[in-house]
């Protein structure tokens, strides 16, 4: 059975940091692309970042340069540093597959808010 928890969210000023992180289960972690999504409040989901199963990793554009993807696969944990934080990136955040699975976490809420 797959689960996926995600961790680390939290109220930030902005221009703070926070990591998130996700413990994934049930799943052979090591060979898969893993992504992290965020959902805004009345928006749609939306990818942010994934990183491969070699570590290649690519960004959305509105958090290249201040977000970065890592993995830990003895852990099958993959990591979001946010740095440089901004009221728009507040939303609750997921990880999943870079493809998703229907089985999603409880997400975890990140509040960016001075």
């Known amino acids: 059975q797959v689960q996926l928890v995600e961790s680390g969210g939290g109220l930030v000023q902005p221009g703070g940091s926070l990591r998130l992180s996700c413990v994934a289960s049930?799943?052979?972690?090591?060979?898969?692309?893993m992504a992290w999504f965020r959902q805004a409040p009345g928006k749609q989901r939306e990818l942010v970042a994934f990183?491969?199963?070699?570590?290649?990793?690519n960004y959305a554009d509105s958090v290249k340069g201040r977000f970065t993807i890592s993995r830990d696969n003895a852990k099958n944990t993959v990591y979001l540093q946010m740095n440089s934080l901004k009221p728009e990136d507040t939303a609750v955040y997921y990880c999943?597959?870079?493809?998703?699975?229907?089985?999603w976490g409880q997400g975890t809420q990140v509040t960016v808010s001075s």
């Open positions: 999943n597959r870079k493809t998703p699975m229907a089985v």
């Open positions: 049930g799943l052979i972690f090591r060979i898969r692309s």
């Open positions: 990183i491969t199963n070699d570590g290649s990793t």
